[in-house]
């Protein structure tokens, strides 16, 4: 897992060497990283970085060689402003500083072990003033193992393990099946990294809200597999292959239920109608999707009406839900908003394109079978070659040969690349949807999200 955070620093002297160590460990414990490296990189190019040791007759001498380095007195081609273009009113001469910023570092790398920065004895981080007195930024990317990361992950395996123990065993048994053969877990964790921008994050109630939304996505689940007539999900039989149809419909329906009521008794009735509203999104998309099942080819219109409601919707509210529970200002709501529609529609897309990998774990040809809106059968059936030969195969019976036709034609017409490419797209767009807000600390985890979504093959 990476992080990021910002050390804002107000210089003093037109030199000066400030040591950063205590703050920079500080960021380490306030992250709760356990062990990996700390970057630190000046956003400055007249503030060096160093490591060395905190003596001041030594930091004496280090400003001394820099003085005769580069006078600060000294003729520079820098200073010579009738010789540069554009030149802002403001400019300082400061050829001297850019010149002794050359000896020292930009940015610099410091392993973390057991919550400690590794340094010897004598070493400290310096940040370097060249030209102040300034206010100067320091981006900081922390990289590694993270405690109180992975409490927060247990805090919601530990809450789905006890909404479903008080459960009763005809719904809890098969809903156990499924949420313990595991998943990505990307809306609780959607719901976390949400909670980030709000002023009253609250583990236990942002776990509680996670733990919910990912019933709710299992529910969908357990109603889709009963739809698609799927024997198989994450390894396991399915609820309507196993215990059959009735018990399927019955447990994805107790499960809404049980979510909807988890998520009112936490007392927001902004996060009750962010998520009630998803919910009548996704049951709107799945009576579109049926509806429109065998009309192939589709059209992309049709096709993101159905992804937007049936997958987008409710990681738009995941993400909006958790900033909501903490109290996170409306512009940034809104922000998330649009970051979880367009990740949840470059989801599915990467989704169409994993149906046709033999390591997706899902049943081969699913969505062929079912004549369901694919992006990637939708871009093969406009390809001049391939496109006539699905179409004929499509239009009659289809065996398991023909499945297997579909799908080797679908991946020959450049079709996967396409919709790759289209996510890709997708992804990086959300993650602009968060420029200019402040994260907390959540960046890195909001663009990592993006693009692993996208780049998968499972």
Known sequence: M?????????????????????????????????????????LHTTMGLLVNENEPL??????????????????????????RAAVPDDEPANGHAHCRQVFLSPALTVLVEDGRLLLGRWQAVFAV???????????????????????????????????????????????????EAGGKRVRPLLVTLGSRLGPRADALRTATLAAAVELIH????????????????????????????????????????????????????????TIAEAMEAICRAEVDDVALRGSYPGDHGSYLQVVRGKTAALMAAACVSGAQLAG????????????????????????????????SG????????????????????????????????????????????VAELVKSSGALARVGEEARGLARAAV??????ELNGAAAGFDELAHSAVDRVS
């Open 328 to 359: 996170a200002a409306p512009p940034a709501v809104d922000r998330l908003r649009r970051y979880g529609e367009l990740l949840g529609t470059a989801f599915q897309m990467a989704d169409d394109v994993v149906d046709y990998s033999e390591t």
């Open 432 to 437: 602009h949807a968060l420029e200019g807000v």
């Open 2 to 42: 990476i992080t990021g955070r910002r050390l804002d620093i107000a210089t003093t002297r037109a030199t000066e060497f400030i040591d950063v160590t205590p703050r920079l460990q500080a960021e380490v414990e306030r992250s709760r990283m356990s062990n990996g490296r700390l970057f630190v990189q000046s």
């Open 362 to 405: 899902k049943p081969a040809g699913q969505d062929i079978r079912q004549r369901t809106l694919s992006l990637p059968l939708i871009y093969a059936h406009e390809d001049h070659e391939v496109g006539p030969q699905i179409r004929d195969l499509l239009n009659g019976e289809l065996n398991d040969a023909d499945v297997s036709r």
């Open 218 to 273: 299992a529910a969908t689940l357990v109603h889709d597999d009963y739809v698609d007539e799927s024997p198989t999900r994450r390894g396991q039989p399915t609820v309507a292959a196993q215990e059959g149809a009735g018990r399927a419909i019955a447990v994805g329906d107790y499960y809404f239920a049980k979510a909807t009521r988890v998520i009112a008794e936490l007392g927001d009735a902004a996060v009750t109608s």
């Open 58 to 83: 030594l930091l004496g001498d280090f400003e001394s060689l820099l003085e005769r380095v580069a006078p600060g007195g000294g003729v520079y081609l820098h200073d010579d402003f009738s010789r």
């Open 129 to 179: 003033e060249l030209d102040g007195p300034r206010q100067r930024t320091l981006a900081l990317q922390l990289d590694g193992e993270f405690a109180g990361a992975a409490a927060r992950r247990d805090l919601v395996e530990l809450e789905l393990a006890r909404q479903l123990a008080v459960d009763p065993e005809a719904v809890q048994v098969p809903m156990r099946r499924l949420v």
